[in-house]
């Protein structure tokens, strides 16, 4: 486990395939499992497996050998797959890939270890959508660049829903369930899972995010990128705040 802006050598370095790196846990009270195979063109495919399944059983096997009781672990809302519309966290998994399938197995893994003394324990399941921040240089970043350029073409009525979830939400989250054991909205019994929604469609998220890249460019006509009353969502406030940060730094244009 390491800070990627300080030297590796300064931190503990855990694989989740090599069981003894996981002796570096040793007298911590909570494991946060991050790590996962997720690119399209993972070869062999056995790759999933290894780190997502298998990982999650020696995540569970330490936490067994150490008398760690809190495990939280990323999944992701692939396990959805082509999900019926308005689909919640009470969804049926029908994932249609690999990295849908196993973290979907992963998920269990962390169950059945849940289960096996569920009065002692705490395990949260986030299933987020896709993640963006600073630094991200992911499918986010490149959709917010081409409406930067000037030419993005959009396909269809743009009525489709992105669901997107900013880095430093998640984090926050994740802070907030390592020092509660419960949280009311979303327990079951000391389980607990998290599915990020969305309330914008691809129409409202190039409306929002031009009103910011062009913003010096239509002072004249701010109240055209004004937002409807009653629509924030705090993940989109966010994610303006940062391509703020970003035009700045010249990230996005030029």
């Known amino acids: 486990i390491y800070d990627i802006s300080f030297p590796r050598e300064s931190k503990n370095f855990i ?37 997502n399944v298998n990982g999650a059983v020696n995540i569970c096997e330490c936490a067994r050998k150490f008398g760690i009781n809190k495990i939280i672990f990323t ?56 993640i963006f921040g600073e630094a991200n240089r992911g499918n ?16 269809g ?23 509660s054991r419960l949280w009311p909205k979303f327990k079951e019994k000391n389980r607990n899972r998290l599915f990020y929604p969305s309330t914008k469609n691809h129409r409202e998220l190039i409306f929002w995010t031009s009103g910011v890249i062009f913003r010096d460019e239509f002072q004249g006509n701010a109240q055209k990128f004004t937002a409807p009353p009653n629509r924030h969502f705090t993940c989109f406030e966010t994610t303006f705040e940062t391509l703020q940060n970003l035009q700045t730094a010249g990230k996005l244009r030029g």
């Not at 019926?84 to 979907?104: A, C, H, Q, S």
């Not at 489709?160 to 369930?177: G, P």
């Open 140 to 155: 986010v970043f490149n959709l917010l660049r081409q409406i930067a350029s000037k030419k993005f073409v959009m396909f």
């Open 15 to 51: 694989d989740v395939e090599d069981i003894n790196s996981l002796d570096n846990l040793k007298n911590s009270s909570c494991i946060i499992n991050l790590a996962a195979i997720h690119r399209d063109d993972v070869k062999p495919l056995s790759r999933y497996d290894d780190v």
């Open 75 to 130: 999944s992701s809302v692939a396990i959805y797959g082509f999900a019926p519309k308005n689909t919640g966290e009470d969804g049926e998994p029908n994932y249609f890939n690999d990295y849908g399938r196993t973290k979907y197995l992963a998920e269990n893994v962390y169950i059945e270890w849940f289960n096996e003394n569920p009065s002692d324990k705490s395990l949260t399941i986030i299933r987020p959508t896709v």
């Open 157 to 179: 009525d743009g009525k489709n829903i992105k669901s997107m979830a900013y880095v430093e939400n998640v984090a926050a989250f994740i802070e907030q369930r390592t020092m």
